[in-house]
């Protein structure tokens, strides 16, 4: 089982929709959780840590569920400017200093 | 905010020969840099963890013969690819994490590094 897995997509949904994608991990002692964004050919830039209680940015929404690992992230009203690839992260900690990334989902935003 | 450069953006070599990026944090010093390498459309790989003044630590699979890397100040790590090889061409990305200890970590741009 890989450590953090994610629905590769594509997404390809309408300007304005709204677009949930899902996460599991596989360490249920895991410390911290991120998405992160990435454009084709870019470095990833952190969107948003994700927090126990979920935690809101904007049109961005992110929740996480420890007894299910499992780590959503929601985008409302979709702009084209979405269209990217979001990857979810999971930092096992105890220890552990590096991130493991799943293998992204791929959003397209059309007009 | 926190920023990481790297260098070169975009490097073409021989096989056979070797190649150096670095991977420099700007405004921050950073104890640990982390260098990922990524093959289209798949996630980022770790390939091993840095430390400034100590040895690398690299992930299983990750030859650290071959891909050297030295991290001499609390601001630079460099990542050697010695030997290249046609299937060692991929997008290489630096990271580091401040001293601040969070987890968060600030990329650099990536390098593309083509083997032919």
């Known amino acids: 089982r890989k450590e953090v897995e994610q629905d590769p997509g594509p997404f390809n949904v309408p300007e304005g929709a709204t677009v949930a994608f899902n996460c599991t991990y596989s360490n249920s002692a895991s410390q911290s959780f991120f998405w992160y964004r990435q454009d084709c050919r870019k470095e990833p830039k952190l969107l948003m840590s994700v927090y126990s209680s979920g935690n809101e940015d904007g049109r961005f929404t992110a929740q996480l569920n420890r007894a299910s690992q499992y780590i959503s992230l929601l985008i409302r009203d979709s702009k084209l400017s979405d269209s990217a690839t979001y990857l979810c992260?999971?930092?096992?900690?105890?220890?552990?200093?590096?991130?493991?990334f799943g293998a992204g989902t791929r959003l397209t935003v059309k007009p | 905010g926190a920023v990481v450069s790297q260098h070169p953006s975009w490097v073409i070599c021989k096989s056979g020969t070797s190649v150096k990026i670095e991977c420099r944090s700007l405004d921050f010093q950073a104890t640990t840099m982390f260098w990922y390498r990524q093959f289209p459309k798949q996630s980022l790989m770790l390939m091993a963890t840095s430390n400034e003044g100590s040895k690398a630590t690299y992930e299983q699979g990750v030859e650290k013969d071959k891909f050297l890397i030295n991290h001499a100040s609390l601001t630079l790590s460099t990542l050697t690819v010695t030997s290249a090889h046609p299937e060692d061409s991929s997008f290489y990305i630096c990271?580091?994490?401040?001293?601040?200890?969070?987890?968060?970590?600030?990329f650099g741009p990536g390098t593309r590094l083509t083997v032919t």
């Open positions: 992260v999971v930092n096992p900690g105890e220890n552990n200093n590096d991130m493991r």
């Open positions: 990271s580091a994490r401040d001293l601040a200890g969070v987890y968060e970590q600030y």
